[in-house]
């Protein structure tokens, strides 16, 4: 299958290197202490944040930092007729892990001793790189309730098909099963808190593949500024300020 014209354009008419439109809102979930929705094409993510509050299970308590925990699902609605896995597979529990990892990188647990954060993380819809998404997400949601942190996390994919490198991959170029690596960084610091490929690549390829979802990350993170920048705005002018 083709998946770059001779144009030099993808089947949903993006060009290789760009990436599909954000959007996000912040305080999409009323009770919880900070929640984002945040969507990058088709792929559409809910994240809602809870704590710091008390640790529910002592034996987990730590002196000396916040406790971070993470729930990944899937809406059973979120993949249309492809088959849902129940909860608590295999993959679920490793994404849960991974934006719990890439969380851990920027919260500033220490300050927070004793206590625990509980992000839940929830697709709704899903057309390729949730994993970034959901990260991208959580990221909003714990600025969203005023967990102190380093800096925002943010995630983007970048794929290698038809010997072409691909920023953004969708479900369609996801499912082709060529090789594709998601980067987590933190921008400011330029520090990577995530690294996963599925494939081998060659060195001199895969450093490309990785510059690009780097470069995507980096132009991520300028979107999700200004979005909460712009929450700040509004919030002020509610308030009268």
């Known amino acids: ?52 509050r008390e640790v529910q299970n002592r034996s987990q308590l730590l002196n000396d930092q916040a406790l971070v925990r993470c729930e990944y699902s899937m809406a059973n609605f979120s993949t249309g007729d492809r088959m849902r896995k129940p909860k608590g597979d295999r993959r679920s529990t490793e994404i849960s892990l991974v934006i719990r990892q890439a969380m851990e990188s920027c919260i500033m647990t220490h300050l927070m001793p004793r206590s625990q954060i509980d992000i839940f993380v929830q697709v709704l819809q899903a057309d390729g790189g949730t994993r970034s998404a959901c990260i ?82 980096k132009a991520i993170a300028k979107e999700l500024r200004e979005i909460l920048l712009d929450n700040t705005k509004q919030l002020e002018f509610r308030r009268g300020g």
């Open 1 to 52: 299958m083709e998946f770059v014209s001779p144009e030099g354009l993808r089947l949903d008419g993006r060009r290789p290197t760009e990436m599909r439109q954000i959007r996000a809102e912040l305080g999409a979930v009323a009770k919880a202490d900070g929640s984002a929705v945040f969507e990058m094409g088709n792929t559409k993510v809910v994240a809602a944040v809870y704590g710091p």
């Open 136 to 217: 991208n997400a959580a990221s909003l949601a714990l600025a969203d309730a005023g967990i102190p942190m380093r800096e925002i996390v943010t995630s983007c994919s970048a794929g290698y098909l038809n010997s072409t490198p691909l920023l953004d991959l969708n479900y369609v170029e996801d499912s082709a099963g060529g090789p594709d690596v998601t980067v987590g960084i933190l921008p400011k610091l330029d520090k990577v808190t995530l690294l996963q490929m599925d494939s081998k690549l060659p060195l001199d390829i895969f450093e490309t593949v990785m510059q690009l979802a780097t470069e995507g990350c």
